[in-house]
């Protein structure tokens, strides 16, 4: 599903944000991404979702060259691509419903498939009676699942998370990985973003770990 192929990043005027990383996961797998801060983790998935181009090396996402993409093609590949926010990045003068519609009006769906398609990704994550609320009414963890419920509503074949429970308390953390677990559970491609060492060592996941930019484990991810 994800290949780095000797992956550089630099930013103008600055060191390699990331200096020839190798990574391989398959489809349906599930890992996460941890080092300190500044390690690289964030350019890492923001180059998966095109958010940031390849500097060097060679990216490919389900088979297509993302580092030969033409600005063209961006919208059809990030139309594969779930991204979730530390910091939710929600429409406060939108209803949850219109905030989770967003991705589906974009690619152009009738009106009743979105209706059907944003109530399904709400009940998912357990926010069905809460399509008319505004999401500043809304508690951080809600508003983390509506975040989530906006990445899975187009049905993508990758979900990316950039540390997810970054402001959550332990037990909201948990039920959110939770909620990860569950979209890899039926084929989904997740790999997350985190901080969160204590949560992560009790799930059985592999990790890909940051330091400077570079890689320090082999960058091979297994199936579950």
Do not use: C, W
């Not at 997350?192 to 484990?217: C, F, K, T, V």
């Amino acid at each position: 599903m994800i290949r780095f192929d000797n992956v550089s990043k630099r930013y103008p005027g600055g060191k390699d944000a990331l200096h020839a990383v190798n990574l391989h996961m398959p489809a349906g797998s599930m890992a996460f991404l941890t080092g300190h801060s500044g390690a690289g983790k964030s350019t890492l998935l923001k180059l998966i979702a095109l958010l940031e181009r390849t500097t060097r090396g060679q990216l490919f996402l389900d088979g297509e060259n993302l580092s030969r993409a033409p600005k063209r093609r961006i919208p059809m590949v990030r139309r594969k691509i779930g991204m979730i926010f530390q910091n939710h990045r929600l429409l406060f003068d939108r209803t949850v419903f219109d905030n989770v519609a967003l991705p589906l009006v974009i690619a152009g769906h009738r009106h009743q498939e979105i209706g059907r398609r944003v109530r399904a990704a709400l009940d998912k994550v357990g926010l069905l009676g809460h399509e008319r609320a505004f999401p500043i009414t809304l508690s951080g963890g809600e508003q983390q699942r509506v975040g989530i419920a906006r990445a899975v509503v187009n049905k993508p074949k990758l979900l990316l998370a950039d540390e997810p429970t970054g402001n959550l308390d332990p037990d909201l953390s948990r039920d959110i990985m939770h909620l990860f677990e569950q979209f890899n559970q039926v084929g989904v491609t997740v790999l997350i973003a985190s901080h969160d060492l204590d949560l992560i060592s009790r799930m059985p996941y592999e990790r890909l770990h940051l330091e400077h930019g570079q890689l320090l484990n082999s960058g091979e991810v297994a199936m579950a």
